[in-house]
């Protein structure tokens, strides 16, 4: 299991082939540490810091 790269938690599921979902911060992220943004419809939009 994936750890989040933005809380470090292992509250994580696995969503898709590379895709997983943080259910602490409420964001999904992939194996390229790309972090999501889930919006109220369901699209996702990329996390830049
Ligand atoms: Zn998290």
């Known amino acids: 299991m994936e ?3 933005l809380c ?3 509250q994580t599921g696995k969503v898709g ?3 997983f979902f943080c259910s602490n ?3 999904e992220f992939n ?3 790309k972090i999501f943004e889930i ?3 369901g699209t996702l939009t990329e996390l830049t810091f």
Do not use: L, R, Y
């Open 3 to 5: 750890n989040c790269p």
């Open 8 to 10: 470090g938690g292992k």
């Open 17 to 19: 082939n590379d895709q």
């Open 25 to 27: 911060c409420f964001v």
């Open 31 to 33: 194996t390229q540490n």
């Open 39 to 41: 919006n109220e419809d």
